[in-house]
Nanobody, 130 residues
Framework: QVELVESGGGSVQTGGSLRLSCAAS????????IGWFRQAPGKEREGIAV???????????YYSDSVKGRFTISQDSAKNTLYLQMNSLKPEDTARYYC????????????????????WGQGTQVTVSS
């Protein structure tokens, strides 16, 4: 049974940083697409960063335009843990952040689509104040 558990959310001021973690279990890590999604009140769930592959081998990362250059996704395959380093946070980054995983293959157009992901964590809240 796939289990994803997020941690690291909190409240920060504009321009601050946070690092989210996602502990994964129940499947062979690095063989699935795994990434971060977020959902603000009244908005659809948005894919923001996804990674696929094994660190030290071929690893692919994908970012939405809304976070590119500010957020960095990474993983520690030995610990089955996914990270999201968030810098230069803005009030519009306020949302509940979810870790999600999907079995390959995914077409390019679906990698950042929440509809393509079958496994989800419970989420962690990030609040950015101005």
């Amino acid at each position: 049974q796939v289990e994803l558990v997020e941690s690291g959310g909190g409240s920060v001021q504009t321009g601050g940083s946070l690092r989210l973690s996602c502990a994964a279990s129940g499947y062979r890590y690095s063989t699935y697409y795994i990434g971060w999604f977020r959902q603000a009140p009244g908005k659809e769930r948005e894919g923001i960063a996804v990674i696929y592959g094994r660190r030290g081998s071929t690893e692919y990362s994908y970012y939405s335009d809304s976070v590119k250059g500010r957020f960095t996704i990474s993983q520690d395959s030995a610990k089955n843990t996914l990270y999201l380093q968030m810098n230069s946070l803005k009030p519009e980054d306020t949302a509940r952040y979810y870790c999600a995983a999907a079995r390959p293959p995914l077409t390019a157009g679906r990698i950042l689509s929440a509809l393509a992901y079958n496994y989800w964590g419970q989420g962690t809240q990030v609040t950015v104040s101005s």
